[in-house]
């Protein structure tokens, strides 16, 4: 049997709540880590809040981080009614997710693999976690590098990133595969732009620590 964390966007409930059914009919574990990316962007500016990203990750301040724990909460709720009686509702800064803050994005965490117990309670009853990424502090986390720090730290096998693309596009072109240190050097040298960019880092570093990873039908290859 193998352990898969399937990051799912904030907009997917029932996506994610199809590939959870079919991962889990093919004998997979499966973790879910989630987003609220357009939830949260939606009550910042009906609050009258500034929203802004630098690489892809929300500059977060106290004000913002209040809608950051609401919109978590409410697609978390979401996902775990489309998953079913299986799906355990935890918030990532209640079980013990570790990051270290990034001071120039206000209260933002940059993830670190844990292993949460509970996280491994839930998989050993035979249940599925899902996971809102939020650290100790709280920190608002990149749902994406949260699910990469998890995948490592629990020791899963692959991670899935469910997106609402059919996978990474390069110069007009849809990869079916890509090395990490290829992803890093596009992104450094500012070939990707926006929400991509913190999903292949997060495949780079999953793949860089033997997972087997994947944007839509494109594999990160370590």
Request: aromatic share 2%.
């Amino acid at each position: 049997m193998s352990l898969v964390v399937l990051k799912v966007g904030g907009a997917s409930a029932g996506g994610a709540a199809d590939a959870v059914a079919r991962l889990r009919a093919a004998g997979n574990s499966v973790c879910v880590v989630h987003g609220a990316g357009p939830q949260i962007s939606e009550e910042m500016e009906r609050r009258g809040l500034e929203v802004q990203f630098v690489g892809g990750r929300r500059v977060t301040t106290p004000e913002a981080l209040d809608v950051v724990r609401d919109s978590f909460a409410a697609v978390n709720e979401e996902l775990c009614g489309a998953i079913g009686p299986d799906a355990v509702a935890l918030a990532g800064d209640e079980i013990g997710l570790k990051a270290t803050q990034v001071p120039e994005l206000g209260l933002v965490g940059k993830p670190l693999p844990t292993a949460p117990p509970e996280v491994l309670r839930v998989l050993a009853d035979g249940l599925v976690p899902v996971v809102s990424p939020l650290a100790d502090g709280p920190l608002n986390v990149n749902a994406d590098e949260a699910a990469s720090a998890l995948a490592v730290g629990i020791g899963a096998d692959q991670i899935v990133f469910l997106t609402d693309v059919p996978g990474v596009f390069h110069e007009g072109w849809l990869l079916r595969s890509i090395r990490a240190g290829r992803a890093e050097t596009l992104v450094d040298s500012g070939h990707f732009d926006g929400g991509i960019v913190p999903k292949l880092l997060a495949a780079s570093h999953a793949a860089r620590n033997g997972l087997v990873a994947e944007i839509g039908v494109t594999a990160v290859l370590a």
